[in-house]
Nanobody
């Protein structure tokens, strides 16, 4: 049984930092690109970042470039998202996502930040940034 569990969310003041973790089990972690998505209240879920299986390529949404860093530890089947200089607009539920394949683009041409590639979702961890 595949399990995807996020942790590390919380309440932080603007300009603060948080580090999200996503631990997985029941799958071969290095067979999958991984992604972070987030959903703010009243808004659609959006891609934040993704990373290929060997961390050779990554994507960042324009809104988080230069502030967030995605990384992975294949030996421990864990994905991370280091979030610095947080802003109130970063508030939302953050979801870890397991892609169907390992590469930046799928065979159908979808990039790793496209929700159509997600095979497994975590339950989410709440991030709240106060002004």
């Amino acid at each position: 049984q595949v399990q995807v569990v996020e942790s590390g969310g919380g309440l932080v003041q603007a300009e603060g930092s948080l580090r999200l973790s996503c631990t997985t089990s029941g799958l071969v972690f290095e067979d999958h690109a991984m992604a972070w998505f987030r959903q703010a209240p009243g808004k659609e879920r959006e891609a934040v970042s993704c990373i290929t299986w060997a961390a050779g390529r990554s994507f960042y949404a324009d809104s988080v470039k230069g502030r967030f860093t995605i990384s992975r530890d294949n030996a421990h089947s864990t994905l991370y998202l280091q979030m610095n200089s947080l802003k109130p607009e970063d508030t939302g539920m953050y979801y870890c996502a397991v892609d169907e394949g390992p590469s930046y683009y799928s065979n159908d041409g979808y990039p790793c930040f496209d929700g159509r590639r997600v095979k497994y979702w975590g339950q989410g961890t709440q991030v709240t940034v106060s002004s």
